[in-house]
């Protein structure tokens, strides 16, 4: 299960936001879903915020439009 979360800090760099207070606001929008595993640090999916972001993280998709 490596490597299929972004933690808290990982969102931070992806969006550019500097604090948590920024991130907890973009949450309460709505921007940005609830966390999957709460903690220290909080853990999303990468395939929820590369969808946000407009990553396409199936491999497969990639490899198809290639052949």
């Known amino acids: 299960m490596k490597d299929i979360y972004y933690t808290t800090k990982d969102i931070k760099e992806i969006f550019q936001w500097r604090s948590d207070d920024t991130l907890a606001q973009r949450r309460k929008s709505g ?3 609830e966390p999957d595993i ?12 590369d ?15 290639t052949k």
């Open 31 to 33: 921007f940005l879903p």
């Open 38 to 49: 709460y903690g220290r640090p909080n853990k999303w999916l990468k395939v929820k915020i």
């Open 51 to 65: 969808a946000i972001v407009g990553v396409d993280t199936n491999p497969r998709a990639v490899v198809g439009t």
